[in-house]
């Protein structure tokens, strides 16, 4: 009997090797920054033959990818229902801020202590051009170049546990982040903000660097708070109205029934 038939030609052992990553992977960041950008609202539900079509997979990658975000709290998987993007309260975002405050602080600390010159160099060319475009009041610009600056300065610890935990941490913050800044405005302000964090780092003390970080984060998180307490508001006050409008219907009164 013939044994197996040998590949021809002079094709390396490797040639079998998967060359690209599973799909769920593949497709997992884009909806993770659908949800984070809040293209999908708190509250929607995922469709999965929508996804699967604007994808171009089957279920069963999808559902990979969906069960990562509920790993990642991005999500609910609700029986019978799906994939629901979830609704942190004003508890979880202070819980989360307390967390990204002391991670970040912590970074502060390190890289000033550090004084890597090619990671403050960084810091420094980052915190000129978000000053740039806060004064063209370019907000999208800004607002990226703010996420570029807190994220180099934690990856300039070159602690890797920290990173990421802060990668982990920042999918929630950077969510509410992008809901408030759907309504505020980007101003010169908002750029100087950091002036004391980048003097800090740059002149190596270290502990003014992480009280000047821990500073202008808590400031952040009020913001951020005020804004979901006011989202809150206006929803409910809407909810209410809409109740108010709709017609009353009258009932019938029978003598067993309790008014």
Same mark, same amino acid.
């Given at each position: 009997m013939a044994g197996p038939k040998k590949d021809g030609g002079d094709a390396p052992p490797s040639a079998s090797v998967v060359r690209y990553a599973p799909m769920h992977n593949q497709i997992l960041p884009h909806l993770r920054r659908d949800i984070v950008e809040n293209r999908w609202k708190s509250g929607a539900r995922l469709s999965e033959p929508l996804l699967c079509k604007q994808f171009g997979v089957s279920r069963t990658p999808l559902r990979e990818a969906l069960k990562t975000l509920e790993a990642e709290g991005l999500v609910r998987l609700v029986p019978h229902v799906g994939a629901v993007v979830t609704d942190p309260g004003a508890t979880e975002i202070s819980e989360t801020m307390e967390i990204l405050i002391s991670l970040e602080q912590l970074a502060a600390i390190r890289v000033a202590q550090s004084g890597r010159q090619e990671v403050?160099?960084?810091?420094?060319?980052?915190?000129?051009?978000?000053? +740039?475009? #806060?004064?063209?009041a370019d907000a999208p610009r800004y607002y990226q170049l703010n996420d570029d600056f807190h994220l180099c300065l934690v990856r300039g610890t070159g602690n890797r546990s920290l990173i990421d935990m802060h990668e982990k941490v920042m999918w929630h913050v950077h969510r509410e982040r992008h809901r408030a800044n759907e309504v505020e405005s980007v101003s010169i302000e908002s750029a100087e903000s950091h002036h004391a964090i980048v003097d800090a780092l740059l002149e190596r003390r270290a502990e003014d660097a992480g009280h000047a970080l821990r500073k202008h984060l808590e400031k952040v998180s009020k913001l951020m708070l005020a804004n979901r307490l006011a989202q809150t508001t206006t929803?409910?006050?809407?909810?209410? +109205?809409? #109740?108010?409008?709709?017609?009353?219907?009258?009932?019938?009164?029978?003598?067993?029934?309790r008014i």
């Open positions: 403050l160099r960084d810091i420094r060319r980052i915190y000129v051009e978000m000053r +740039k475009a #806060a004064r063209r929803a409910t006050t809407a909810a209410a +109205k809409s #109740a108010m409008a709709k017609p009353k219907i009258k009932a019938k009164v029978g003598r067993n029934v």
